[in-house]
Antibody
Framework: QVQLVQSGAEVKKPGASVKVSCKAS????????MHWVRQAPGQGLEWMGI????????SYAQKFQGRVTMTRDTSTSTVYMELSSLRSEDTAVYYC??????????WGQGTLVTVSS | EIVLTQSPATLSLSPGERATLSCRAS??????LAWYQQKPGQAPRLLIY???NRATGIPARFSGSGSGTDFTLTISSLEPEDFAVYYC????????FGQGTKLEIK
């Protein structure tokens, strides 16, 4: 069926990087843009950026410019989000979400990233 | 950056009542506004896109209205499963979310 499956939880130390994956299945991977959204514990949703799986072009929220990199692998229908220079405030659940009909219609299950010394 | 302000922060109502949630944008987003529902431990679910279009499978008791800077999500008669957190999101200039409205049982 149509779904997005994300990689498992991560624990990282401050200053490290994390790379989260999101594997798409059940549809044509290159036909839909993919977003990344995060949610800190007990907080709201925060948009991080978007990638076009077809050409690989990206657009990032200004807050994350220089610290986030989104890539894709069309051979495995997987998108990746790498966040560097991690700090405690980056502790959050990270979601990938497919863009359809001008909204985020299909979401991954979320990946908890914990940043702690 | 376009800021979305949702009100109220918390709304306490009983099943069967009507719920009215507001989302105000810091500048016009035309009709490029969506609404999502999120329950604890779950990913958000799209309810409304482009201000007033219900997503596939969303019950008719959910409706959206507005354009420009002021938007409303209305739930005509609350069901027990509707108590959750609701977010608005704009796509007029990049993407941003509101801070959310928690709909709780009174």
């Amino acid at each position: 069926q149509v779904q997005l499956v994300q990689s498992g939880a991560e624990v990282k130390k401050p200053g490290a990087s994390v790379k989260v994956s999101c594997k798409a299945s059940g549809y044509t991977f290159t036909s839909y843009y993919m977003h990344w959204v995060r949610q800190a514990p007990g907080q709201g949703l925060e948009w991080m950026g978007i990638i076009n799986p077809s050409g690989g072009s990206t657009s990032y929220a200004q807050k994350f410019q220089g610290r986030v990199t989104m890539t894709r692998d069309t051979s495995t229908s997987t998108v990746y989000m790498e966040l560097s220079s991690l700090r405690s405030e980056d502790t959050a659940v990270y979601y990938c979400a497919r863009d359809t009909i001008a909204a985020l219609t299909l979401w991954g299950q979320g990946t908890l990233v914990t940043v702690s010394s | 950056e376009i800021v979305l302000t949702q009100s109220p922060a918390t709304l306490s109502l009983s099943p069967g009542e009507r719920a009215t949630l507001s989302c105000r944008a810091s500048q016009s987003v035309s009709s490029y506004l969506a609404w999502y529902q999120q329950k604890p431990g779950q990913a958000p679910r799209l309810l409304i896109y482009d201000a007033s279009n219900r997503a596939t499978g969303i019950p008719a008791r959910f409706s959206g209205s507005g354009s420009g800077t002021d938007f409303t999500l209305t739930i005509s008669s609350l069901e027990p499963e509707d108590f959750a957190v609701y977010y608005c999101q704009q796509r007029s200039n990049f993407y941003t979310f509101g801070q959310g409205t928690k709909l709780e049982i009174k």
